[in-house]
């Protein structure tokens, strides 16, 4: 049940800009907040301003997103002055608020409002915050925890220490069973940024090793061979190793090796991915190929485009390494392979084949190199449409970090969905204590 655009069951339609409906899953866990406040009221979304952002920063602490419950207030209009609502306000709204109860089996309610409505307690906060109680939902009894409204955090420390355990206990509540046999690491944006580690992520790594818990570094980044990765990962204070690095070059050179054995290749790639192939036993050609390989060639040329058009367009297949379509760099992102994989196929009506991330393949072969299934490996990266969507493809569990290119808005509009969302991999040591 939804009020309509022009309710007019109470005052409050007289001063609102719009009615703030709920975001995020029904059932499971339902988050209620008081009455919506200035930025809510213009959005439509409530918990969008600094009290929304505290939220989400709890939240994702302890790996989960708004995406992942649902978030509401008692009522759907904002009060002039942002006042409390009245009694009577609150009970016109009161059918609504319950209609998004009904699948719910935790209630967090978020301030004094909420709890005052919901489990008719006015007193201080400090003597019920997080201590779950029982409340009716349409004559079924349902788990109800009170807590501190985000904005009361922001100058109180006992508040957002309690207001963070709470986000603790919703984590518990709706923790997946998941299964660390491995990990698959993304590098940009997951590891690393540039020439910078992601905070915390070399610990991450030595609690894998200490763990005995294997893992293998993934990238669809064809621009260097597998052992520039690996150098690069030591200069930063990583132990890793070449073994410990599977680039989507390595993914295609095996796809042609296996399923294109014997057929000659012409590379749009840099100097070493090519020497990377031809060590490999890729027959390597300059004219009238079997195939076009088309990586993240930073030194392409007007020349090497032309020639592999041509290529193509006499028929030559067209296999591309990975379909991203930027490249994360320290401060910003570069051009990827994506815009010459569709000017190729746009220009040689033709469609490439592409081998790395989200194709399978490469969490397959991940897989195998550390001597686990599939299905128990974790892909953890940054990009929806890449490391995600690979994990989601496959069947296999996915942790999204937020240190790269995904941010809250791109995931809450996603349907791609991770298993967990993590600030960055500095968070997955807890995680994996807490779910082992």
């Known amino acids: 049940m939804r009020p309509e655009p022009d309710c007019r069951l109470c005052g409050l339609c007289e001063g609102r800009t719009q009615v703030v409906y709920p975001d995020g899953r029904p059932g499971g866990v339902v988050l209620v907040g008081e009455a919506p406040g200035e930025n809510e009221d213009e959005q439509g979304r409530p918990f969008v301003g600094r009290s929304g952002k505290i939220l989400s920063d709890m939240m994702s602490r302890h790996g989960f997103s708004r995406s992942d419950v649902m978030i509401t207030n008692t009522v759907k209009c904002r009060p002039p002055g942002n006042r409390d609502p009245s009694p009577a306000e609150m009970e016109a ?9 009904q699948s719910a089996r935790l209630v967090v309610g978020l301030g004094k409002s909420a709890c005052r409505d919901l489990m008719g307690y006015d007193g201080p906060m400090a003597q019920v915050a997080n201590r779950i109680v029982s409340i009716d939902v349409g004559g079924r009894q349902v788990d109800f925890m009170p807590t501190y409204h985000p904005a009361a955090t922001i100058y109180n420390k006992e508040a ?7 986000m603790g206990m919703v984590a518990e509540r709706i923790a997946p069973d998941m299964r660390f046999g491995g990990f698959m690491l993304d ?6 940024k540039g020439g910078q580690p992601i905070p915390g992520a070399r610990e991450f790594i030595s609690f894998l090793r200490e763990r005995r818990i294997p893992f293998v570094f993934l990238t669809n980044n ?12 030591r200069r930063l204070g990583f132990d890793a190793s070449e073994k410990d690095v599977l680039t989507s070059t390595t993914a295609t050179i095996r796809f042609l090796i296996s399923e294109r054995f014997g057929r000659t290749v012409y590379p749009v790639a840099v100097p070493g991915v090519v020497r990377e192939m031809d060590d490999a036993g890729v027959p390597i050609v300059d004219e009238d190929p079997d195939i076009v390989v088309l990586t993240f060639d930073t030194t392409i040329t007007y020349e090497k485009i032309n020639k592999a058009f041509h290529f193509v367009r006499n028929g030559a297949e067209l296999i591309a390494t990975h379909p991203d379509d930027l490249c994360p760099t320290e401060d910003s992102y570069d051009i990827d392979i994506g815009p010459f994989i569709r000017m190729f196929e746009q220009m ?3 469609t490439a084949v592409v081998i790395g991330k989200p194709n399978r393949l490469m969490l397959e072969m991940a897989a195998r190199e550390m001597g686990v299934r599939p299905d128990d490996t974790v892909m953890v990266g940054d990009r929806l449409y890449t490391d995600i969507a690979m994990a989601d493809r496959a069947g296999t569990q996915s942790i999204l970090v ?24 500095a968070d997955i040591p807890s995680l994996v204590d807490r779910l082992s």
């Not at 808005?409 to 991999?425: F, H, I, K, N, Q």
């Open 402 to 425: 937020l240190s790269g290119e995904t941010d809250r808005a791109m995931l809450e509009s996603s349907d791609v969905r991770p298993t967990v969302t993590l600030g960055s991999v």
């Open 187 to 192: 590098m940009d944006g997951t590891i690393y």
């Open 222 to 233: 064809s621009s260097h061979d597998r052992g520039f990765y690996s150098d690069k990962l």
């Open 160 to 166: 957002r220490a309690k207001l963070d355990e709470a």
């Open 93 to 101: 709204c009161r059918p609504f608020l319950q209609s998004e109860l």
């Open 348 to 350: 040689c009506q033709t």
